[in-house]
């Protein structure tokens, strides 16, 4: 059975940098499609990156295009998230998922909730000063 377990999330000043990891098992990395999400308060969920555990290609919506980086270590099943240039509206609850489908054709949206099978629990990150 597939779990995911996100860590990393806390309080960071504006302009500042964290890392979120979403570890998985009972599931390679190989065979999955890796996104994150958010949450803000009184919001509803949005995608923010993806990526192919098959390929390593990756996605990133416009708002975090030159701020974030996704990367995986098929070694530790771990998909991290480098949050760099953060600004408050990062703030919310970031969410890990996973598609059994590994890949995406270039006029596909990879961050279709839809898609996403399995969640983690979610961690939270506030960005204030």
Known sequence: ???LVESGGGLVQPGGSLSLSCTASGVSLNYLRIGWFRQAP???REGVSCISGADYRT???DFVKG???ISADSAKNTV?????????EDTGVYYCATDLHTHWS??????NLLDFDSWGQGTQV???S
Not at 80 to 85: D, E, F, G, P, S
Not at 106 to 111: F, G, S
């Open 126 to 128: 506030i960005v204030s």
């Open 67 to 69: 701020r974030f980086t």
């Open 42 to 44: 009184g919001k509803e």
């Open 80 to 88: 991290t998230l480098q949050m760099n240039k953060m600004k408050p």
């Open 59 to 61: 996605y990133y919506t």
């Open 106 to 111: 270039d006029d596909y949206y990879p961050l």
């Open 1 to 3: 059975q597939l779990q």
